[in-house]
Each structure stands twice: as C-alpha cells, then as structure tokens.
C-alpha cells in the first residue's frame, strides 16, 4: 500500500480505491504547509483526526452473502472526505472562486456562506471572489469579494445572492478568465449539466498544467445525481411538495367527484413525487418518469380514476414533470428543440393531464359534476430557503470540499457515500444518474400506499 496522494490506485484488502487527481500529479515543485487546524484552538487534533489515504468510503456496503447476486470484486471505494495533515496550499496566497450554476434549489446561499466562513474561519484565507451569473460570468462581469460579514445571514435566504444562469459555457473563455483573475481554488456548484462542464474545465486546468484545484458540489432539486446519496435541498423539496399534496387532498375531498392535480418537479427521475407520496400518506396515484403510462382502456388511468372517485368520492393524483412526456402531442419543431443547457424542452404533462381528465370526464360522463384542482408548486418549491437537515447538510459539504481542496486533490465532487462523506472523480459524478428503481421495495410500497396499478397493457 502506498499513502502517496498522487498513486493512481490502492488497493486495501483487495479494495479498488477510485483515483482522485492530485495537482502534484502535473505539477511537482509545490510546497507542502502544516494544516493550520492543528493550531486551532477550536479543534482538538486528536490522533486520527487528520485523515490519511488509507480513509476509505465504500460504494456499496451491502452484501449478499449467498452469492445470488453478485457485489463488484474488487469492491469500490473513495477517499474519505476530511482535513490532512499536510496542505499544498499556503492560504495567504489562495484567490477562490465560488460560482453556482443551473436552475435554483434550496441550500444554494447556505454553501456560498459556508464555503465563505469556512475558508475564512478554518484555513486564513482573506481573498474569495463570487462569480455572477454561472459560467458566462468567469468572462462576462467582475468577480465580487466576499467575506464573513457580508453573507452572514445568507443561509436563511432561497435562491442565490451570487445569481445563476443557463449557458454561456465557453470553455477557453472561461479558463482564461480564470488565468487571468489569478484564480488558484474553484468552487463550482450545480446540476449534472454543471458537472459535465466541471470535467471540461478539469481537463483544460491539468492541459495548461495550472497550479488550480477544483470541486464539484453537485446542486439539484430533483435528486437525480448518481452515487451520492442525496442533493442538498431535496429533502425541503419534498416537505415543500407535502404542503401541495395536502392542499389538492382539501380541495378534492371538498368537491364533488374532485380531483387534486400536483405537478411535482423531476424531469428525469421521481424521487419527490415518490418521497412526498410515501410521507404524505393521501396520494391516490403516483406518475413519474421511470414508469410508462396511459389513458385509455382497461388498467389505464382513467379506469383507476374512475373506481376511485366511485369509492372514495375524490382522488390525488402526483405527477413529475418527466412523467408521460412520450405519450404527449408534439409539433415537429417541439420534438427537436432544447434549452439552454442542451436539455430537452418538457412539454407541461400537467396542463395536458387536466385537459385530458376534463376531456374524458365530460365525453363519459356529462351529466355529473366534476372538478379539477390543479397545483404547480415549482417555484415556490425551488425558491424557498432550506430546512433544518438541509441547512446542515450542506455544511457539511462546503467543509468537505474545502479540506480535499486544501490537501491538493481537484476535479473530485464532494458527497455523502453511505453516510460517509467522500471524494469521486467529477467525470464519474457527470456521468452518472440516480433513477427510481421501480422494482425495488421502495417502489413497492408507494404502490401499496396508493394502490394504483402498475399500467402494463394486458
């Protein structure tokens, strides 16, 4: 075994430990500095309180012993997330850069302001510059100082003081621009589309072997980032999606044959609408990307709704905003066309799902009254400011990626792996997605929540 930061692999006990870029990797001639935290008054550095390489994170932590199905051998593993004994960076000289990126989420202020008072707190770093506005703004405006006092309360505020945007990626202007500000420490926060960038930059940084590091701090609502076990914000999300589901809970059973419509956030995977289901516990149907279904026919949904209504007299129906987008009329130029990201443009499944109920009901049925409530809780879900867990969650993360920043490592994405906080490689991260397994038990248990059919056509 090797305890070098810059060994390509390790294995301990027969471990696969996955590779974190370290800046000594393409850049030997740095100085190495005693962590200041040993001299922190506030931490007591306790024998193993600075981790070493050794400190691993498993990816999978459960094993099935029989053997019936299989665990990856050797097993994977990450660093462990921690301060080092040892930093190649001399804080007096550290210009870090903090830029967030992508749609709003809750928690986003709280990392800023961590990340901030961390730098400043923590190690003695007294230049830390925010870039307006994402990506373009490395190239389109002038950085802002921060300090302490200035994002003191920004933790209780939604959205991002720093601003953000969709875009305006260009690589070589971005990197220059970097260069030029004289930028050593990037923090980057947001999505998958963020990251995929993040890997660009990376690559670009280690090309004209900068002495830079940089982290990702994976940022979205929709907590459809792969390996780490949750995206800040997402468990406000879905207390805020919970207020919603009641609110279409009162007006359906209020109504006569009434319906409660929730358009959830997740465009490509389910977790809120899932989660909020299963807390809520007045869900009658779940709709999310991961599962196909339709309308029309026996076991479709319309059926399912209708026996509903007979039984209960209302129905709340959850849909993600990814869910049916297959099963939607689109005009050619619809099928084809993207946002700024690259993404492709959802069509509204909630505006169309409360016009084809309305459709239905009136063909079926028009003689009895009927009533359609329906709620998109998108923005306010997205603007809020984070919750108790989130607001310390993220905490966490700021101090993870600014003690693996410090030790050297970059282009790594800091993030709890089986509750244990970890570094992975940021291409691994970009790469990844975390769908909703719908044979899973978790799955299983909505379904016997809400007891909504599983829309396969007989």
């Not at 075994?1 to 870029?21: A, D, G, R």
Request: proline share 5%; glycine share 8%.
């Amino acid at each position: 075994m090797t305890n070098s930061p810059s060994s390509s692999s390790i294995s301990i006990s027969n471990v696969e430990l996955q590779h974190i870029t370290h800046i000594t990797n393409y850049n030997s001639q740095i100085q190495t500095h005693n962590n200041p935290l040993a001299f922190n008054p506030f931490f007591r550095t306790f024998p193993g309180f600075f981790l070493t390489s050794s400190d691993i994170v498993l990816r999978n932590n459960v094993l099935d012993l029989s053997g019936t199905f299989p665990s990856p051998n050797p097993p994977l593993a990450y660093h462990r997330a921690g301060p080092r004994n040892q930093i190649f960076f001399n804080p007096t000289t550290v210009r870090a850069a903090i830029v967030t990126c992508g749609g709003l989420c809750p928690g986003m202020n709280t990392v800023i302001r961590e990340l901030v008072v961390g730098l400043w707190e923590l190690y003695g770093v007294r230049e830390i510059f925010g870039i307006k506005a994402g990506y373009r703004g490395f190239y389109s405006y002038d950085p802002v100082c921060l300090n302490p006092k200035m994002v003191d309360d920004w933790h209780k505020r939604g959205g991002t003081v720093l601003e953000t945007s969709r875009g305006g990626f260009d690589l070589k202007k971005i990197v220059d621009a970097i260069q030029n500000h004289g930028f050593n420490q990037l923090y980057i926060i947001g999505g998958d589309g963020t990251m995929r960038g993040a890997v660009e930059i990376f690559e670009e940084l280690k090309q004209r072997k900068l002495y830079i590091s940089m982290v990702g701090i994976p940022k979205t609502v929709d907590n459809d980032v792969g390996i780490i076990d949750r995206s800040f914000g997402f468990q406000t999300a879905v207390e805020m999606a919970q207020q919603a589901i009641s609110a279409a809970h009162v007006e359906a059973e209020s109504a006569v044959n009434g319906i409660g419509l929730v358009k959830l956030m997740g465009r490509s995977t389910g977790h809120i609408a899932l989660h909020a289901t299963l807390s809520s516990r007045d869900v009658d149907c779940c709709l999310i990307p991961e599962m196909d279904f339709f309308l029309e026919g026996k076991g479709g949904l319309f059926e399912f709704l209708e026996d509903r209504l007979k039984e209960m007299g209302h129905v709340v129906l959850v849909v993600a905003e990814g869910a049916g987008q297959d099963i939607i009329p689109r005009t050619e130029s619809q099928k084809t066309e993207k946002d700024e990201s690259g993404n492709p443009v959802f069509l509204d499944v909630g505006g169309w799902l409360k016009s084809e109920l309305k459709n239905w009901w009136s063909r079926d049925h028009p003689n009895e009254l009927f009533t359609i409530k329906y709620i998109d809780p998108t923005y306010m879900i997205r603007a809020v400011p984070p919750n108790a867990t989130d607001n310390s969650y993220c905490t966490l993360l700021a101090h993870s990626a600014i003690h693996g920043v410090m030790a050297g490592y970059t282009g790594f994405v800091c993030g709890p792996v089986n509750g244990n906080y970890a570094y992975i490689p940021v291409d691994e991260v970009a790469k990844a997605k975390n769908k909703v397994d719908t044979r899973d038990h978790k799955w299983s248990w909505v379904r016997s929540v809400s007891n909504q059919p599983d829309f396969i056509r007989s």
